[in-house]
């Protein structure tokens, strides 16, 4: 049995599976924010291999790197091809582009830099420990961006994927009503970097279904601010001494 579960079938078909179920719970409770199913295929992953743990008779981290992991490292791989895709709705609307690309490189490399010294300061006032700092610091970048850094640094990369995972889910479930609240339906270009850079991937697909504007606007929001915390968020860290 254990040989069977060893195997990597095991750890995709677990996420497939727990996936399918929060995507049919979503459309059951008519897009309940806390029903995304990023968030319950992950809350449910979770529960998952704690129940076999406690059947086993070992620990849950046992029975991720022994029986998850093989799988759940299969999918991950796609995290890199699936973010480079996002240049396909960039390039169809290249011409927006070359037509705010100042106000688009300057808005989205300023707005990093302050966030990422307010999430410093944020988690620094909480109390959170040196690693559960350093594996906030990155979460502004996309998964597959954001957990190499965060290991890089010194970070818990598990912090570092729920804080990812958590900003995707508010600003799916909430982006409508932000949009409206702060006025950025004013302009399509405002909505997509608001929704590429605070919610990633999630965000990026939740500006697709706006409109190709703000899908374009949301892929080079994931890209540069991809870029900006790959090359700015380990010089950061080591000048706040994270």
């Not at 100042?102 to 989205?108: D, S």
């Not at 990633?200 to 915390?229: C, D, N, P, R, Y």
Request: include cysteine; charge should be positive.
């Amino acid at each position: 049995m254990t040989a069977a579960l060893s195997q990597p079938l095991f750890g995709i078909f677990l996420s497939l599976g727990v996936f399918l179920i929060g995507q049919w719970l979503f459309k059951l409770g008519k897009g309940f924010f806390l029903f995304q199913p990023l968030f319950v295929g992950m809350v449910l992953g979770i529960i998952v291999l704690v129940i076999m743990g406690k059947v086993m008779g070992t620990s849950t981290a046992t029975v991720y790197t022994k029986f998850y992991k093989p799988g759940g490292d299969i999918i991950f791989w796609f995290l890199n091809p699936a973010t480079i895709a996002f240049a396909i709705p960039l390039y169809k609307r290249n011409d927006i582009v070359k037509k705010y690309w100042v106000e688009v490189v300057l808005a989205l490399v300023i707005g990093s830099m302050v966030s990422l010294f307010c999430i410093y300061y944020v988690a620094k006032g909480f109390g959170l420990d040196q690693a559960s700092i350093a594996a906030m610091l990155p979460q502004a970048a996309t998964t597959a961006i954001a957990l190499p850094i965060s290991t890089a640094i010194g970070g818990n990369a598990s912090i570092t994927a729920m804080a990812v995972i958590l900003n995707a889910v508010i600003i799916y479930a909430l982006g409508d009503w932000l949009i409206k609240r702060f006025h950025l339906n004013q302009s399509k270009v405002g909505v997509g970097l608001g929704l590429g850079t605070a919610g990633h991937t999630v965000g990026s697909a939740k500006a697709l279904e706006l409109g190709s504007v703000q899908g374009s606007m949301a892929s080079i929001a994931v890209v540069i601010i991809g870029v900006v915390v790959d090359l700015v968020v380990p010089s950061v860290a080591h000048l706040l001494g994270v």
